[in-house]
């Protein structure tokens, strides 16, 4: 089969497309063939970081159809269109993931590539309404934002969430979803374009980080009542920014370091306006099936930026790491 291998971390250009050894399913994994594959932030991490040993296939979000199974048991799945949930060996908890957890990708291959084997457990049948392309978009980011906003953000109706840099694949997901929730949604982003298109999406207000009086902006955009939950993703740059915004009492959950991960943070601020700050990270098999039934029901489609074909994975990394795209950049992988 052919996959997109890296060696050894560096720039984009250390991606490239070989023929390699199609991988056969254990008695307790699948194999599925792949028609699409999303990108997220985390493949830039790995492929920037990655030491080895030996080539690994990036790639967290994939949608195909079950093409074999490792023991006869599993038959059922075999012919199925699915999505794969990134999320591996994820334990019994809800609170938080076990010692054996994974993500999908590294180090375990993952699905820039026509195959990929997962465990049978992160098989999940794709809504019908979504096509490979739009599906491959979803895991990863829809997962981490679900468990975001209503497990670890516990999020109702009515109340008011900000979304610093809506062009994140995790933000957009978390627009849409917190938009089905009844939630008023305020977003940031440094890209006037950017801010229409999530106005399009029903974002209720959008403010340009790049203005300088942006957190006055957001303030008066939040009322009287304020901000209840800041989902922050960027990290050092914008945490210190969602402590001074957030309301009295209420929660930060943060799950990223776009712009860097050390902080100075004023304690006192957060003591005295009693803030929850609430680390998360990815979800589990629970939540997973929470968010596909309710994009399912709910009839919600992911605004995807790109297509690329699996050959040009260096060119959607490129595209990513400028920062330009709104929403998810895809792979598509031709039959
Ligand atoms: N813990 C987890 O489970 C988990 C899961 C998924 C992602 N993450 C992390 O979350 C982050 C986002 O991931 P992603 O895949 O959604 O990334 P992405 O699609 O590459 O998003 C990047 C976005 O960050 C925004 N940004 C950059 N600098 C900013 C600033 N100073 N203020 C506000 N926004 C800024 C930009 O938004 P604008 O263009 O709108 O300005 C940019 O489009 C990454 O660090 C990733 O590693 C963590």
Same mark, same amino acid.
């Given at each position: ?37 999303? =990108? ?32 006869? +048991? ?29 993500? =999908? ?20 049948? %794709? ?59 305020? +977003? ?5 374009? %950017? =801010? ?10 959008? +403010? ?7 957190? =006055? ?19 050092? $740059? ?34 005295? $306006? ?30 995807v930026h790109h297509v690329f074909p699996l050959g040009e994975a260096v060119e959607a990394h490129r595209l990513m790491e400028a920062g330009r795209q ?10």
């Amino acid at each position: 089969m052919r996959a997109v291998v890296v060696y050894r971390g560096g720039p984009p250009e250390v991606l490239g497309l070989e023929d390699v050894q199609t991988p056969a399913p254990s008695p307790d994994q699948a194999r599925v063939r792949l028609r699409a594959a999303g =990108l997220n932030h985390r493949d830039l991490w790995n492929r920037r970081g990655y030491t080895g040993p030996g080539p690994l296939i990036l790639g967290s979000d994939g949608a195909g159809v079950v093409e074999a199974v490792g023991a006869e +048991v599993h038959q059922g799945w075999a012919g199925r269109e699915v999505l794969i949930n990134p999320s591996l060996y994820w334990g019994a908890r809800e609170d938080a993931p076990g010692p054996g957890y994974q993500i =999908l990708g590294n180090p375990m291959n993952g699905t820039y590539a026509e195959a990929v084997v997962v465990p049978i457990a992160n098989l999940t049948p %794709k809504p019908a309404h979504l096509d490979f392309v739009a599906a491959a978009a979803l895991p990863l980011a829809g997962l981490t934002a679900w468990r975001a906003l209503f497990t670890q953000g516990a999020l109702r109706s009515g109340q008011t969430v900000l979304l610093p840099g809506i062009g994140s694949g995790v933000a957009g997901w978390a627009l849409m979803f917190a938009k089905e929730a009844g939630a008023r949604v305020i +977003v940031t982003s440094g890209s006037e374009e %950017k =801010l229409a298109r999530a106005r399009g999406q029903g974002a209720d207000d959008a +403010v340009n980080y790049g203005d300088p009086d942006w957190e =006055l902006q957001v303030r008066q955009r939040a009322g009287e009542a304020g901000i209840d939950l800041v989902l922050d993703h960027t990290g050092e $740059k914008t945490l210190p920014a969602a402590l001074r915004l957030v309301r009295m009492g209420g929660r930060i959950v943060f799950l990223g370091a776009t712009t860097g991960q050390q902080l100075i943070l004023n304690l006192r601020t957060a003591f005295f $306006k009693q803030v929850h700050l609430i680390g998360t990270t990815m979800g589990s098999p629970r939540e997973f099936d929470e968010m596909v039934a309710f994009v399912d029901s709910h009839r919600i489609r992911p605004d995807v930026h790109h297509v690329f074909p699996l050959g040009e994975a260096v060119e959607a990394h490129r595209l990513m790491e400028a920062g330009r795209q709104y929403g998810k950049i895809v792979l598509s992988i031709a039959e």
